[in-house]
């Protein structure tokens, strides 16, 4: 099993232009998640899906959409990218009540 | 709102001492509370879960315990090794709130050689 995957590792963007952050698992989770990671504020949830067709909010979800046609895939669009979303970016993976299992992250600078 | 405190936020401590990472959390109806291990620029790797209707959890040096009724968790590192060294994250689940974590800040871990 590869896990969770999530590409790409790193991505400069200037103010402004959209992008795709990947994340992919081979597990069979149900559950799967995006945080954001920064200094003095700990992890934060960003959206979250419980299945295939399934999306919701988390605390911070405001200039990301999500959607989840496949039960592998949970990609992460920022629509129109800006400094505050400088940050280091995880998506995780479960089954209901189990182990979360996260990706090795995506580093994002927005210029 | 649940909230999550992890005291101390950092720990130096000689390689060979027994050491307690505490995690405190304000809503007691929770599903589940994990502990994760984060190494400098890295992802997070899950140490163990615990789930509320469990009391504790052991995985080879490691011992997580878990009190809902006063909202603490703890984990419990034996003999630690400089390898040891990394940031510790504690994180809960709340019932119906699909696998959705609540994380802490953190105890960055120190062990010196």
């Known amino acids: 099993n590869a896990g969770v995957t999530q590409t790409p590792k790193f991505q400069v963007l200037k103010t402004g232009q959209s992008m795709t952050l990947q994340c992919a698992q081979d597990m069979n989770h149900e559950y799967m998640s995006w945080y954001r990671q920064d200094p003095g504020m700990g992890l934060r949830l960003i959206h979250y899906?419980?299945?295939?067709?399934?999306?919701d909010q988390g605390e911070v979800p405001n200039g990301y959409n999500v959607s989840r046609s496949t039960t592998e895939d949970f990609p992460l669009r920022l629509l129109s990218a800006a400094p505050s979303q400088t940050s280091v970016y995880f998506c995780?993976?479960?089954?209901?009540?189990?182990?979360?299992?996260f990706g090795p992250g995506t580093r994002l600078t927005v210029l | 709102k649940q909230e999550v405190t992890q005291i101390p936020a950092a720990l130096s401590v000689p390689e060979g001492e027994n050491l307690v990472l505490n995690c405190s959390f304000t809503?007691?109806?929770?599903?589940?509370l994990q502990w994760f291990r984060q190494d400098p620029g890295k992802g997070l790797t899950s140490l163990l879960l615990i789930q509320s209707s469990q009391r504790e959890q052991t995985s080879g040096r490691l011992n997580a315990s878990l009190d809902k009724s006063s909202g603490r968790s703890t984990l419990y590192i034996a003999a630690s090794q400089p390898g040891d060294s990394a940031t510790y994250l504690c994180a809960v689940s709340n019932y119906n709130q699909g696998g959705k974590l609540i994380f802490g800040q953190g105890t960055e871990l120190s062990v010196k050689p």
């Open positions: 899906s419980v299945g295939a067709g399934i999306t």
């Open positions: 809503d007691s109806a929770i599903y589940n």
């Open positions: 995780a993976s479960s089954l209901r009540g189990g182990t979360q299992y």
